[in-house]
């Protein structure tokens, strides 16, 4: 829910006006004293901005505000007064009671541009403290560090130490499960930025619409339901780093804007007119061939460039066999811990993922150790049997079946490329059509289009 703006008098003809001067542009929530306001604050109601008029009973404004300081100091004040408490109003502001104030009789016009303001200074505010928030989530959720570092992935290490000082724009290549997720925030990690915000977006989950508001952020009014202000991830991420995964998702309008960011660096949000600058640093992830689509004109060359500029390319597990027991003991030592069980790892077991060849690269061993703790008692030593795959043991085991049998993988394709084709006879023929009927961007139903080879 949008932060609403909170307007506090104990006149109802000034309520009645602050609404009607404001309700098209913020969402509004009234008061008629000083005691309902801290009501509505403490059952939890979402408040971007406190507005206050001084002279009220039983509690002035300024006493109200002093309240709110101490309990919610995130929460811009503003002071509506008249000119001869300004003595009480400056104190107030020295003693960092009150952030603004306006002088009474105030102006629609100027004290919008005041709530506004206010209102986007607790917004920047608060997308600062999530991000913090998901780093520390994410620390304590996920295994730390990139392990291999030391071993399969030595050249990777060096490369990052050499590109993380630099501000450049490094585009992370890999197939899915890698950890290009985790490449990203050791760049971040390890720049001069690392104690400002780190920004994830998933540019697949977002259709284009939802994008363009979620990357760039929209005033009030921008399109239905756009009651106020959204700080998007850009601003979010100012100062510090921006991570676009998936970038080969999304489609030629975001590329358009996205290329303007990195080029001047600076945009308007969704609806706005307003020019805003930023001081980021822009990395990307995906795990297409972008040079094909740039070949097939679904992915602008001129973005490509501006993305490509630093190519960090993480191999896949099958590549660097050395990793996998060292990547499986820190994953069942987490897990372990998570779940309170200690746990080992036998021998034989080593050899079962040793001989497994990880389609799901990182993430696939991941999801197999935590199934496996999941599962086992407490104290105890995982044997192969212990160990569920997602396809065929052992190549050796493969090659011994007389007739291959396919794996769950070519299951999934065959079954996903039928809804394609049943989508598109619906759709008689048109790809665009299909696309909507699935839910798909065009770009990401072209994509699979190629790779099931459905003409």
Same mark, same amino acid.
């Given at each position: 829910?949008?932060?609403?703006?909170?307007?506090?008098?104990?006149?109802? +003809?000034?309520?009645?006006?602050?609404?009607?001067?404001?309700?098209?542009?913020?969402?509004?929530?009234?008061?008629?004293?000083?005691?309902?306001?801290?009501?509505?604050?403490?059952?939890?109601?979402?408040?971007?901005?406190?507005?206050?008029?001084?002279?009220?009973?039983?509690?002035?404004?300024?006493?109200?505000? @002093?309240?709110?300081?101490?309990?919610?100091?995130?929460? #811009?004040?503003?002071?509506?007064?008249?000119?001869?408490?300004?003595?009480?109003?400056?104190?107030?502001?020295?003693?960092?009671?009150?952030?603004?104030?306006?002088?009474?009789?105030?102006?629609?016009?100027?004290?919008?541009?005041?709530?506004?303001?206010?209102?986007?200074?607790?917004?920047?505010?608060?997308?600062?403290?999530?991000?913090?928030?998901?780093?520390?989530?994410?620390?304590?959720?996920? #295994?730390?560090?990139?392990?291999?570092?030391?071993?399969?992935? *030595?050249?990777?290490?060096?490369?990052?130490? =050499?590109?993380?000082? *630099?501000? *450049? $724009?490094?585009?992370?290549?890999?197939?899915?499960?890698?950890?290009?997720?985790?490449? /990203?925030?050791?760049?971040?990690?390890?720049?001069?930025?690392?104690?400002?915000?780190?920004?994830?977006?998933?540019?697949?989950?977002?259709?284009?619409?939802?994008?363009?508001?979620?990357?760039?952020?929209?005033?009030?009014?921008?399109?239905?339901?756009?009651?106020?202000?959204?700080?998007?991830?850009?601003?979010?991420?100012?100062?510090? @780093?921006?991570?676009?995964?998936?970038?080969?998702?999304?489609?030629?309008?975001?590329?358009?804007?996205?290329?303007?960011?990195?080029?001047?660096?600076?945009?308007?949000?969704?609806?706005?007119?307003? $020019?805003?600058?930023?001081?980021?640093?822009?990395?990307?992830? $995906?795990?297409?061939?972008?040079?094909?689509?740039?070949? %097939?004109? @679904?992915? =602008?060359?001129?973005?490509?460039?501006?993305?490509?500029?630093?190519?960090?390319?993480?191999?896949?597990?099958?590549?660097? #066999?050395?990793?996998? +027991?060292?990547?499986?003991?820190?994953?069942?030592?987490?897990?372990?811990?998570?779940?309170?069980?200690?746990?080992?790892?036998?021998?034989? /077991?080593?050899?079962?993922?040793?001989?497994?060849?990880?389609?799901?690269?990182?993430?696939?061993?991941?999801?197999?150790?935590?199934?496996?703790?999941?599962?086992?008692?407490?104290?105890?030593?995982?044997?192969?049997?212990?160990?569920?795959?997602?396809?065929?043991?052992?190549?050796?085991?493969?090659? /011994? *079946?007389?007739?291959?049998?396919?794996?769950?993988?070519?299951?999934?394709?065959?079954?996903?490329?039928?809804?394609? =084709?049943?989508?598109?006879?619906? %759709?008689?023929?048109?790809?665009?059509?299909?696309?909507?009927?699935?839910?798909?961007?065009? @770009?990401?139903?072209?994509?699979?289009?190629?790779?099931?080879?459905?003409?």
């Amino acid at each position: 829910m949008e932060p609403a703006i909170l307007y506090v008098d104990d006149e109802r +003809a000034n309520l009645d006006l602050f609404v009607r001067s404001f309700d098209e542009q913020f969402r509004v929530l009234v008061a008629d004293s000083g005691p309902r306001a801290l009501e509505l604050l403490e059952a939890g109601e979402s408040v971007g901005v406190l507005v206050s008029d001084q002279r009220m009973s039983p509690m002035t404004g300024i006493e109200l505000l @002093t309240r709110a300081a101490e309990r919610w100091p995130s929460i #811009p004040r503003m002071l509506l007064t008249a000119y001869s408490d300004r003595e009480l109003l400056f104190q107030a502001i020295e003693l960092g009671k009150v952030h603004d104030y306006v002088l009474k009789p105030w102006h629609a016009e100027e004290l919008g541009l005041r709530l506004r303001a206010a209102l986007e200074l607790f917004l920047r505010e608060q997308a600062l403290v999530r991000a913090a928030a998901e780093r520390d989530e994410l620390r304590q959720r996920e #295994p730390s560090g990139i392990v291999g570092l030391d071993g399969g992935l *030595s050249a990777l290490d060096g490369l990052l130490s =050499r590109v993380a000082p *630099s501000d *450049s $724009t490094v585009m992370i290549r890999g197939e899915s499960g890698t950890g290009k997720e985790l490449v /990203a925030r050791e760049i971040h990690r390890r720049s001069r930025r690392a104690e400002r915000p780190f920004v994830r977006v998933n540019c697949a989950a977002f259709a284009e619409g939802l994008l363009e508001s979620e990357l760039f952020g929209h005033e009030a009014g921008a399109f239905t339901g756009a009651k106020g202000v959204r700080i998007g991830r850009f601003e979010q991420a100012n100062g510090g @780093t921006l991570f676009l995964d998936e970038i080969g998702d999304i489609s030629a309008a975001v590329q358009v804007r996205l290329l303007r960011v990195l080029q001047e660096r600076e945009f308007e949000r969704v609806g706005g007119s307003r $020019t805003l600058k930023l001081d980021i640093r822009v990395l990307s992830a $995906t795990h297409r061939e972008l040079e094909a689509m740039v070949r %097939a004109g @679904t992915f =602008r060359q001129d973005l490509f460039f501006r993305l490509n500029v630093v190519p960090v390319t993480v191999v896949p597990l099958r590549a660097r #066999p050395g990793d996998v +027991a060292a990547l499986a003991r820190h994953f069942l030592a987490h897990f372990g811990r998570e779940l309170a069980k200690p746990l080992e790892l036998s021998p034989a /077991a080593l050899d079962a993922l040793a001989a497994y060849d990880w389609p799901g690269n990182v993430r696939e061993l991941r999801n197999v150790i935590e199934r496996a703790v999941v599962l086992a008692d407490p104290g105890g030593v995982l044997e192969p049997d212990d160990l569920s795959f997602d396809l065929a043991l052992t190549s050796a085991a493969a090659s /011994a *079946s007389a007739a291959p049998h396919p794996s769950i993988f070519d299951e999934i394709a065959q079954a996903e490329a039928e809804r394609i =084709r049943a989508a598109l006879r619906e %759709a008689g023929g048109s790809k665009a059509r299909a696309a909507r009927l699935l839910g798909l961007p065009r @770009t990401t139903l072209n994509d699979r289009l190629r790779k099931l080879a459905i003409r």
